[in-house]
């Protein structure tokens, strides 16, 4: 870049974050603004794994692999598959020196690529309301605290709801017809032994013929989080006159809505520390993509909102932000730079997008006994990601000395 841009990265999460890392240095300093308190100011959610072909290259390049290897759980690979009366259909267990796709909690990546960023580069406690294009390029900026900004370049690392996006598409989230209900057990070993039993050291799936499906993982400090999920309307809770706020009333909906269900696997269902998250699966057309417009972009689930099916949300986040870092401390313009980048983004996105999302509605299909919809093969999985890891890396190579 021949000069030094104003770069505004919207959203602090794994993907601003990381883009933030890499930019530095290159000698750029751009500012992160998040509508969050701090960094460690709401529950971040569960675990991640991060995968060889994705998120750990943006790790590599941005220096942070061995702060990430003393936090990463190889053993978290593992993985079991039941079905709904608690029988093992399937299982997988990581050699020691398997690091094709270790397990880290959201909230430790997340505080982890914040230390790494030079005090001050974080503006907490800045909701974007608006972003409007000042007709050369730049875009004025404003924040619910009433701070104005201008930059040269907008970085949409935002999110589901993304408040840059509209600004290049008018494509917004669909409801995937599932919903899943977040729920955590505490000092799972010694409170929940039954439950340790069954997800062991790393996540477990167990689902129906009916589209009902537990999904549980273990986290650091002996914690097990997951959801329970079950096709529904988005709104499934005020039909069914439950209130979510109301740990009794949720149970009784899920041991009726789950009455298939072995008293083995019902724990899963009732015994939670915490109360129930609702969430829900949202995803973006795909393949998406848009027209070129000077100084704006996006990048994680901004730009390719998918099912969690595959756990590629995230990987292809910290890829986008690696990537594009890397277009602009090697283009002279940021539209050469932002061109760069989403001419690899978006065919990339869009093929596992497409891919997470019908994997996502066949899982929670009605299918029968004889046919059910399995999980990946984990064991060909972990060969793949580092098969496409030793790709990535030889094509890098060869750019850097074409």
């Given at each position: 870049?021949?000069?030094?841009?104003?770069?505004?990265?919207?959203?602090?999460?794994?993907?601003?974050?990381?883009?933030?890392?890499?930019?530095?240095?290159?000698?750029?300093?751009?500012?992160?603004?998040?509508?969050?308190?701090?960094?460690?100011?709401?529950?971040?959610?569960?675990?991640?794994?991060?995968?060889?072909?994705?998120?750990?290259?943006?790790?590599?390049?941005?220096?942070?692999?061995?702060?990430?290897?003393?936090?990463?759980?190889?053993?978290?690979?593992?993985?079991?598959?039941?079905?709904?009366?608690?029988?093992?259909?399937?299982?997988?267990?990581?050699?020691?020196?398997?690091?094709?796709?270790?397990?880290?909690?959201?909230?430790?990546?997340?505080?982890?690529?914040?230390?790494?960023?030079?005090?001050?580069?974080?503006?907490?406690?800045?909701?974007?309301?608006?972003?409007?294009?000042?007709?050369?390029?730049?875009?004025?900026?404003?924040?619910?605290?009433?701070?104005?900004?201008?930059?040269?370049?907008?970085?949409?690392?935002?999110?589901?709801?993304?408040?840059?996006?509209?600004?290049?598409?008018?494509?917004?989230?669909?409801?995937?017809?599932?919903?899943?209900?977040?729920?955590?057990?505490?000092?799972?070993?010694?409170?929940?032994?039954?439950?340790?039993?069954?997800?062991?050291?790393?996540?477990?799936?167990?689902?129906?013929?009916?589209?009902?499906?537990?999904?549980?993982?273990?986290?650091?400090?002996?914690m097990v989080r997951g959801y329970?999920?079950?096709?529904?309307?988005?709104?499934?809770?005020?039909?069914?006159?439950?209130?979510?706020?109301?740990?009794?009333?949720?149970?009784?909906?899920?041991?009726?809505?789950?009455?298939?269900?072995?008293?083995?696997?019902?724990?899963?269902?009732?015994?939670?520390?915490?109360?129930?998250?609702?969430?829900?699966?949202?995803?973006?057309?795909?393949?998406?993509?848009?027209?070129?417009?000077?100084?704006?972009?996006?990048?994680?689930?901004?730009?390719?909102?998918?099912?969690?099916?595959?756990?590629?949300?995230?990987?292809?986040?910290?890829?986008?932000?690696?990537?594009?870092?890397?277009?602009?401390?090697?283009?002279?313009?940021?539209?050469k730079a932002i061109t760069r980048?989403?001419?690899?983004?978006?065919?990339?996105?869009?093929?596992?997008?497409?891919?997470?999302?019908?994997?996502?509605?066949?899982?929670?299909?009605?299918?029968?006994?004889?046919?059910?919809?399995?999980?990946?093969?984990?064991?060909?999985?972990?060969?793949?990601?580092?098969?496409?890891?030793?790709?990535?890396?030889?094509?890098?190579?060869?750019?850097?000395?074409?």
């Amino acid at each position: 870049m021949t000069t030094t841009p104003r770069i505004a990265i919207i959203g602090g999460g794994p993907a601003g974050l990381m883009c933030a890392r890499i930019l530095q240095q290159h000698g750029t300093e751009p500012t992160v603004y998040d509508a969050d308190a701090a960094v460690n100011s709401r529950d971040p959610g569960g675990t991640l794994d991060l995968h060889a072909d994705a998120g750990q290259i943006a790790l590599e390049d941005a220096g942070l692999m061995d702060a990430f290897m003393a936090l990463a759980r190889i053993e978290g690979q593992a993985m079991t598959r039941r079905d709904h009366h608690g029988s093992v259909l399937a299982e997988y267990i990581p050699a020691e020196d398997d690091t094709a796709a270790p397990e880290i909690d959201r909230g430790q990546l997340r505080t982890l690529l914040f230390e790494h960023l030079k005090p001050g580069t974080v503006r907490w406690g800045h909701k974007l309301l608006q972003v409007t294009p000042a007709g050369d390029g730049t875009h004025h900026l404003e924040f619910a605290n009433g701070t104005r900004v201008q930059a040269d370049m907008v970085i949409g690392a935002d999110g589901a709801w993304s408040k840059v996006r509209p600004l290049l598409t008018d494509a917004a989230p669909q409801y995937l017809g599932v919903c899943f209900l977040d729920v955590r057990f505490d000092d799972v070993d010694t409170r929940h032994p039954e439950i340790a039993a069954l997800v062991g050291d790393g996540h477990m799936f167990a689902n129906d013929n009916d589209g009902r499906a537990v999904i549980v993982q273990r986290n650091s400090n002996n914690m097990v989080r997951g959801y329970i999920a079950f096709r529904a309307k988005a709104e499934w809770h005020t039909e069914a006159g439950v209130g979510l706020a109301d740990r009794d009333a949720v149970r009784a909906f899920l041991l009726r809505e789950f009455s298939g269900w072995s008293a083995t696997m019902r724990p899963l269902l009732t015994d939670n520390d915490s109360d129930y998250i609702p969430r829900s699966f949202w995803a973006l057309p795909a393949p998406l993509t848009w027209s070129h417009l000077p100084g704006v972009t996006l990048i994680g689930d901004a730009a390719h909102l998918m099912a969690p099916f595959g756990g590629h949300g995230t990987n292809l986040a910290l890829l986008d932000a690696a990537e594009l870092a890397h277009a602009i401390a090697k283009e002279d313009t940021i539209d050469k730079a932002i061109t760069r980048y989403e001419a690899t983004m978006f065919p990339r996105s869009g093929e596992l997008a497409t891919s997470s999302n019908n994997a996502l509605r066949g899982f929670f299909a009605t299918t029968s006994p004889d046919a059910p919809h399995l999980p990946p093969d984990h064991a060909q999985e972990h060969k793949n990601y580092m098969a496409r890891a030793a790709e990535y890396r030889r094509r890098q190579a060869e750019a850097d000395h074409a």
